[in-house]
């Protein structure tokens, strides 16, 4: 069974930085895009960023960019969001999103939900002071 797993979320203060991490079972997430949302409370889910699995392209909200960086581990099969200057807005669940894709554009943009298969359970994070 596929399976999706977030870590690394928590509570922060302003400015802070927590580096989240997405690891697979089942399958390895090394040809597969990943992507990063958050779904912020009262609202829907949001594309925070993307990373496509060939070309590495990645692309990133205009809310984060700057801030955050998105990376792959091959040799760990893991895929990390690094946050750093952490605002309150940034406060929300954190989920990551594969999708096996041949396409070197999946990752253009950040995409929507519904262009990916697997779904982790998400990892919190609070930016609070």
């Known amino acids: 069974q596929l399976q999706l797993a977030e870590s690394g979320g928590g509570l922060v203060q302003p400015g802070g930085s927590l580096r989240l991490s997405c690891g697979a079972s089942?399958?390895?997430?090394?040809?597969?895009?990943i992507g990063w949302f958050r779904r912020v409370p009262g609202e829907g889910r949001e594309g925070v960023s993307c990373i496509g699995p060939y070309t590495l392209s990645t692309a990133y909200a205009d809310s984060v960019k700057g801030r955050f960086t998105i990376s792959r581990d091959n040799f760990r099969h893991t895929v990390y969001l690094r946050m750093n200057n952490l605002k309150p807005e940034d406060t929300g669940v954190y989920y990551c999103?594969?999708?096996?894709?041949?396409?070197?554009?999946?990752?253009?943009?950040?995409?929507?939900?519904?262009?990916?298969?697997?779904w982790g359970r998400g990892t919190p994070v609070t930016v609070s002071s």
């Open positions: 089942g399958f390895n997430l090394d040809y597969y895009a």
């Open positions: 999103a594969a999708e096996w894709t041949t396409n070197r554009t999946f990752c253009a943009t950040v995409g929507r939900e519904e262009s990916y298969t697997y």
